[in-house]
């Protein structure tokens, strides 16, 4: 619907600010909008207009100027204020807000079911406020389809409502899916790390680096923001779902989750709706925030503080800051940003998933943080059993040392403390002369992909 219509981007910031309108424009473009014209203003906001009545009269000038068919506010709009600033528009030409525009753009993005049912629920949610102004504008008789939603219906909250219970059950038993899946990828060994971080900080070529079962330059399209174009880098939320992959770190069977990319000034109905991606990041073992270190320092310490904000109700897992794309920033000005940035990010890993550089240190930081495994050793007498249980423990665990006497096997080992509650089940078998499949087992643990 978007894709080609001409756009004015306008923003206002309190008095004394300046506006930034590169992240909005950046925003409408992956909406697929051609903006045609930029509008700002500093000033506290206007209750009836949000901007002052006069730059609204500005802003329609600009429409008619560029023949512009929406205007794209880079603001929180209220219900009313989207309406009177649309009555000084000339006929047909759309307001878009920020968020309207953002959820625009993960409707497009949505290809799962459940990616689906989150932006349903999104716009749900954002409609629901509306439908109530809608309800008292055409009450008054005015402008009834105000903002798409057709002729008035007083069942129409009803029904919001009913449909966001309904989704959100949905919703939930896909959570609860996936919760399953995690804790038997934490049974068959494997520690889970999830990628988190702003939008376009390169979180999709950093997991490249360490899948052990991708390369640079393979797989494009799994991850299209890697494509080294400024077109497909300024692609904003090319990763809307999520995408696992088992990662090479060393020692630890490690499955590393790339997930959406957060993005600044997200209300909370918003972040609620997408609880259930989210979830891979709060239910980590270890997060990896990642952050462009090629932007200014400000910017990196305001998009810091909205992954912080992002993260701090529900996540679990000890956090590591990633700065990447070092490829682009000299060692003097790292440092200089590495400072200030200390309170947010005291001990960052730096690296270029690009290029590879430092992403061996990262790899090893990956293997410190994560929760420590417990060391085991069991003495099992020879057989096909006590073989299988070894091979088992070599894809579950880290085995340090296997030793033969003839008539049995030592063996050494370290793993998740679950999984050495395992081996023991199974080795008391062992010892016991009870048959068991330990080799069909692990085959049927050992799946990881998502």
Not at 175 to 182: G, L, M, S, V
Not at 378 to 403: F, Q, R
Request: one cysteine or more; proline letters at 3%.
């Amino acid at each position: 619907m978007s894709d080609g219509t001409r756009a004015v981007v306008a923003k206002r910031v309190d008095s004394g600010e300046s506006a930034d309108l590169s992240e909005i424009t950046d925003l409408a473009r992956a909406a697929g909008y051609d903006v045609v014209g930029t509008l700002s203003q500093s000033r506290e906001e206007d209750a009836a207009f949000h901007f002052g009545e006069g730059k609204v009269d500005e802003l329609a000038g600009l429409v008619v100027e560029t023949d512009a068919a929406a205007v794209i506010v880079d603001n929180r709009l209220g219900p009313y204020q989207t309406y009177n600033i649309g009555g000084k528009l000339p006929e047909g030409v759309e307001v878009v807000d920020r968020f309207t525009l953002i959820l625009e753009i993960f409707g497009q993005r949505a290809s799962t079911r459940k990616a689906q049912l989150q932006v349903e629920l999104a716009e749900l949610r954002y409609e629901l406020p509306r439908a109530e102004a809608k309800a008292s504008l055409a009450k008054r008789d005015e402008r009834p389809g105000f903002m798409g939603l057709g002729e008035y219906d007083e069942s129409r909250e009803r029904d919001i409502k009913a449909q966001i219970s309904r989704i959100k059950n949905e919703l939930d038993a896909i959570a609860d899916k996936e919760e399953t899946r995690r804790e038997q990828r934490r049974e068959s060994g494997f520690d889970l790390v999830a990628l988190a971080g702003y939008t376009n900080a390169g979180k999709s070529t950093l997991m490249r680096r360490l899948a052990e079962d991708l390369e640079v330059g393979e797989n494009d399209d799994l991850h299209p923001d890697l494509d080294p174009t400024a077109e497909s880098e300024d692609r904003l939320f090319t990763t809307l779902g999520t995408t696992t992959r088992r990662a090479e770190t060393g020692t630890r069977n490690v499955l590393l989750t790339d997930t959406v990319g957060f993005v600044s000034d997200l209300p909370h109905w918003l972040v609620e709706s997408f609880k259930s991606t989210l979830d891979s990041v709060y239910r980590a073992d270890l997060v990896l925030l990642v952050v462009d270190a090629s932007e200014p320092v400000e910017e990196m310490r305001d998009k810091l503080v909205t992954c912080h904000d992002t993260l701090y109700e529900r996540n679990e897992a000890p956090i590591v800051t990633v700065l990447n794309k070092i490829d682009v920033v000299d060692e003097a000005e790292l440092d200089r940003k590495m400072d200030a940035l200390r309170a947010l990010a005291p001990n960052p890993v730096a690296v270029s998933g690009l290029t590879g550089e430092n992403v061996g240190a990262l790899a090893d930081r990956i293997e410190r943080e994560l929760p420590d495994w417990r060391e085991e050793r069991l003495l099992l007498p020879m057989s096909d059993d006590a073989m299988s249980l070894v091979s088992w423990l070599y894809d579950h665990g880290h085995v340090e040392n296997e030793e033969y006497d003839g008539e049995n096997v030592l063996v050494e080992f370290e793993a998740r403390p679950a999984i050495v509650e395992k081996a023991r089940a199974k080795a008391a078998e062992v010892q016991s002369g009870e048959t068991g499949d330990a080799e069909a087992e692990a085959e049927a643990d050992g799946g990881y992909r998502s």
